[in-house]
Nanobody, 122 residues
Framework: QVQLVESGGGLVQAGGSLRLSCVASGFSGYGFGWFRQNPGKEREFVAAINWSGGNLTYADSAKGRFTISIDNGKNTVVYLQMNSLKPEDTAVYFC????????????????WGQGTQVTVSS
């Protein structure tokens, strides 16, 4: 059974930091991505990483502030370290399992976690 479980969201002031975690069960060889969504808006891509952790890609809004990483220990955990947070980063953040192509493109598949709320106050 495949499962993605996010945690780590919360309320933080602008300029602060949060680290999101996604425990991925039942996946092997997949790439993983983080997406975010606000009510009434489309889900948007934030960052992605391949299974080995050697290839990364970021949305322009995340470059220089967010870092995605993966730990393939006993459990596979995908992290999103978010620094210098801005009010516009406020959203529900979702973990996704998909395909990370060699050209750096990430294609999501229909594997999603339940989401974790991030709220950045000004």
């Amino acid at each position: 059974q495949v499962q993605l479980v996010e945690s780590g969201g919360g309320l933080v002031q602008a300029g602060g930091s949060l680290r999101l975690s996604c425990v991925a069960s039942g996946f092997s060889g997949y790439g993983f991505g983080w997406f975010r969504q606000n009510p009434g808006k489309e889900r948007e891509f934030v960052a992605a990483i391949n299974w080995s952790g050697g290839n990364l890609t970021y949305a322009d809004s995340a470059k220089g502030r967010f870092t995605i990483s993966i730990d393939n220990g006993k459990n596979t955990v995908v992290y999103l370290q978010m620094n210098s947070l801005k009010p516009e980063d406020t959203a529900v953040y979702f973990c996704n399992a998909g395909i990370f192509y060699r050209n750096g493109d990430y294609s999501y598949r229909n594997y999603w976690g339940q989401g974790t709320q991030v709220t950045v106050s000004s």
